[in-house]
């Protein structure tokens, strides 16, 4: 037995002077290389990244996008060539628009076997040249793509695109690494080091005190967040700073993780409509406030943007209408405007301001709790806002859902109760991630259990038959709940916006919204030996959600069907 140290053993390397803790993997034989790697590492017993093979590609990028949201760590994952880079695809599309940062790398060959080395396959010349390199095709769905000049700039080339991607705006990138790379003799770098986390941004305190003191000033300011809750700090610098000032906060439809306690008197709901009024508006880490984008609803308020990025590169039109913007990190921003501005308001206005928006709160909730209760009196048939309830009242207060439902992500979104961060993540972008993005959550937060929702079409999207055998063999056990209308019901609802009497209408005809041929959805855990269930009547909710949990938290998936 040889050691031959190559690229692969180059490339690995790179990944442990990242402190890349998982390698997620649909692969190809470039990699072969990095498996030796891989195996000379656990034969040495040397300390590094853990490599999992996974089957499909949506599965490999979802889960990378699911650690980092869990994690807030950035992980690697290797693909195959052209094909495989274009089979995760939408999940890469979707970690661009999450945010999450991750580096992914595939292969191609340069030589095509017209090489003095190793033959890299005749494949490469046949079926897998990419016409530019497959650099070329990711770059337009990533926030950098290059292709690996060579085995002498790997290692560094490697470090400083896990670097670019762990800059803001957050994002995946994509590396092209040459099989003729990975296959060439590598000399370890003469300069070895760790690679640092990046450094803190934060905003100028001249620039902090000045905001400070409009928020003092404003006699109805209002906070409308997306994602404050991602930024480390930012949800607890968040509810000192609305409490200091008694500012009310709105999440708006496109808010995409836990921002604020539910329970907070100063929580709002979704509706901006609220901000109709305000003097200043605090627009915190909210990429899309207002829709039609022209729309503000408090078109004389001044608006200030605190974001990390304000204008998102990959986002076509944005319109914020800032007055004044606080950039850098969102959670040190939050917590240097709560500093500068603590005792220092008007304590009357202050108060009152806190007692109309505790009665608004209280409306609110007032509402949701009467969707409830109807929702309960009703002995036919089980709704969305029931199924929530159960699943909120049944299990762990630890547990942390992944939602990627359509027209029942309102209803998720309104009758879950987080008062933590981390409690909640809607995936972005094309369907059929989810399964990823829930394994990989699970991941990385193992003692917690996991919630899948999902709709019956956005289900059959996702890669099942793979998401569950990868749940079984990485013991990450999940609970699907599928929120099930046996259609494309988000389709139907834009089919009759753009035509409501049309003919589609007319005949009860439509195209694009039935799958009422589907098979039982709860059965595909059978070949893997997860349990199913499937539920129509309400009497039975709740023992099948008690009794799917159970599963769950005795390590195994299981799958709930929800009939409505
Ligand atoms: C990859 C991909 N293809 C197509 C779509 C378009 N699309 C948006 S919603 C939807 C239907 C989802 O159905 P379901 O999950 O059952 O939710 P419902 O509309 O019934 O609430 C489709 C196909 C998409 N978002 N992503
Ligand atoms: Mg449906």
């Known amino acids: 037995m040889t050691d031959h140290i190559d690229g692969g053993e180059g490339l690995l390397e790179a990944f442990r002077a990242l402190d890349i803790e998982h390698v997620f993997s649909s692969p190809g034989s470039e990699w072969a290389p990095v498996w030796e790697a891989f195996a000379r590492q656990r ?59 991750m580096l992914v790398c595939s292969s191609e060959s340069v030589t095509y076997g017209e090489y003095d080395g190793p033959d890299p396959g005749s494949q490469w010349y046949r079926n897998l040249s990419v016409v530019g390199g497959p650099h070329t095709f990711a770059a337009p769905w990533v926030k950098w793509s290059q292709q690996v000049p060579g085995v002498d700039t790997l290692y560094e080339i490697t470090l400083r695109a ?16 040459p099989l003729e790379a990975l296959l060439a003799d590598w000399k370890a770098p003469k300069v070895r080091k760790q690679v640092p986390p990046r450094g803190a ?39 000192k700073l609305a409490d200091e000032l008694a500012i009310p906060v709105i999440e708006p439809q496109s808010t995409i993780c836990v921002n604020f306690p539910k329970d907070h008197p100063l929580y709002q709901g979704n509706d901006v409509s609220q901000a109709q009024g305000a003097d200043l508006v605090l627009l915190v880490a909210a990429r899309s406030p207002w829709y039609p984008p022209s729309n503000s609803q408090a078109p004389d308020a001044e608006i200030i943007v605190i974001d990390d990025v304000p204008q998102r590169p990959h986002i076509v039109y944005q319109v914020l209408h800032a007055d004044r913007y606080l950039e850098g990190e969102v959670g040190s921003t939050l917590a240097a405007l709560h500093a500068a501005v603590a ?59 992944v939602d990627e439902t359509i027209t029942h992500s309102r209803i998720i979104q309104r009758h879950l109760r987080w008062n933590a961060p981390d409690k909640w993540f809607y995936v972005q972008g094309g369907l059929g991630q989810g399964t ?63 035509y409501p009497d049309g003919a589609a209408v007319a005949g009860n005809d439509f195209d694009g919204v039935d799958l009422s041929t589907q098979p039982p959805l709860s059965e595909f855990g059978a070949p893997f030996g997860m349990p199913g269930y499937e539920v129509s009547n309400p009497s039975q909710l709740r023992t099948v959600i008690r009794e799917a949990a159970a599963v769950v938290a005795g390590g195994s998936t299981a799958i709930v069907n929800v009939k409505f």
Do not use: C
């Not at 001249?206 to 700090?233: F, H, Q």
């Not at 929702?375 to 547990?399: F, G, M, S």
């Open 162 to 177: 896990a670097e670019i991607a762990q800059r803001s705006p957050t994002g995946p990138v994509y590396l092209n690494v």
């Open 436 to 498: 990823g993005v829930a394994l990989g959550v699970k991941k990385a937060l193992p003692e917690k259990p996991v919630v899948f929702t999902v709709g019956d079409g956005s289900f059959l999207y996702n890669p099942i038959v793979q998401a569950l055998m990868a749940s079984k063999d990485l013991k990450l056990p999940l609970l699907i709940v599928v929120f099930n209308n046996r259609q494309y019901l988000s389709m139907k609802f834009n089919h009759l916006r753009f």
């Open 343 to 401: 005792g220092g308001a008007d304590q009357t206005l202050t108060e009152s301001r806190r007692s109309r928006w505790t009665a608004a709160h209280n409306e609110l909730a007032a509402g949701i709790e009467a969707d409830e209760q109807k929702a309960e009196a009703n002995t036919e048939k089980i709704t969305p806002a029931l199924l929530v309830k159960v699943l909120r009242e049944e299990l762990d207060d630890e547990t942390v859902f």
């Open 43 to 101: 034969r040495d017993g040397t300390a590094g990244p853990t490599y999992y093979d996974l089957t499909h590609e949506t599965l490999a990028v979802g889960m990378a996008t699911g650690y980092f949201l869990g994690a807030r760590r950035l992980a690697a994952v290797l693909l195959h060539a052209g094909p495989g880079l274009l089979q995760g695809a939408n999940a890469i599309h979707g970690a661009l628009l999450a945010g999450a940062p």
């Open 201 to 239: 941004r934060v905003s100028p305190q001249a620039e902090i005190e000045a905001v400070a003191a409009k928020l003092k000033a404003a006699k109805n300011p209002v906070i409308i967040t997306e994602s404050a809750g991602r930024d480390p700090g930012a949800f607890e610098a968040l509810v």
